[in-house]
């Protein structure tokens, strides 16, 4: 499954940084002449109500969203493994991030990123804030409870009889044991963010147009969707390619990281 995934992640990635070179066409570009056309040779999927190339705005549309998505997983990476390290170790601090974590976990997630972007206001970096605030406290609960887990193992209690520093022992003894629970929640949070940005744009509050995003494309498609299917299918045909990809990469990631998982297929 991870060799799958990776292979459809890379067609998407090879997708976003070609096609602008094989087929140049401004995807701002606005033609009353060319409005609702079929897909053709001039325009492979076809033209939106305003005369606009659907290939171009795709592309464009996908690097807004991998960007998005890559910017959101980077951020709760660097903090939610930060914070659950800490957490886990010292009870003191956990109380708070576990309290924090766990009102952020009460909201049903997609009413708290509109929450968050009634608040900011639609742009880019605010949909990544919303999305990072969103996943983090998985990972931070993911890599606590690890540490948890851990903290009082024998081969712990030996490196701290030899002098290891608290931080040594997080980062050398007990996050490799923690990193393969880790990384499938991260690559579970970067396909969920792909789906949290295109509901959001689908709703007006993601990156404002006339940036082209895959949601704006299938919201802007609803009026035309017996008229001019193209436009609604080509944009959801690419979530769910982005998506199905991240999965396969989470799951092929759990089997080769989570001993359980191996047990248990065995």
């Not at 498609?221 to 436009?231: F, G, K, M, S, V």
């Not at 799951?251 to 065995?266: E, V």
Request: charged share 15%.
């Amino acid at each position: 499954m991870l060799s799958v995934g990776l292979m459809m992640l890379t067609l998407l990635m090879l997708f976003t940084l070609l096609t602008p070179l094989l087929v140049p066409i401004d995807p701002l570009g606005i033609s009353a002449v060319d409005k609702l056309l079929p897909p053709s040779l001039d325009h492979l999927l076809g033209t939106d109500e305003l005369g606009r190339d659907q290939l171009s705005r795709l592309v464009v549309g996908s690097g807004i969203s991998l960007r998005i998505a890559v910017a959101a997983t980077a951020l709760t990476a660097i903090f939610g493994i930060g914070l659950g390290m800490v957490s886990g170790q010292y009870p003191a601090i956990d109380i708070v991030v576990s309290q924090i974590s766990d009102s952020l976990l009460i909201f049903p997630g997609v009413v708290l990123a509109i929450m968050i972007l009634a608040a900011l206001g639609p742009s880019e970096l605010n949909v990544i804030i919303a999305v990072f605030v969103l996943y983090v406290p998985r990972v931070i609960r993911t890599v606590r409870a690890a540490v948890i887990e851990y903290r009082d193992a024998d081969f712990v209690q030996a490196a701290r009889s030899l002098g290891a520093s608290d931080l040594r022992v997080l980062v050398l003894h007990i996050f490799p044991r923690a990193i393969g629970p880790t990384m499938v929640q991260l690559s579970l949070g970067f396909s969920s963010a792909i789906l949290v940005e295109a509901g959001l744009s689908f709703l007006g509050l993601g990156a404002p147009p006339p940036a082209p995003t895959w949601g704006g494309m299938i919201s802007g498609a609803r009026e035309y969707i017996r008229t001019a299917p193209w436009l609604m299918i080509a944009p959801g045909a690419i979530i769910t390619y982005a998506v199905l990809s991240l999965n396969l990469i989470g799951d092929g990631l759990r089997d080769m990281l989570d001993p359980r998982s191996r047990a248990a297929g065995q």
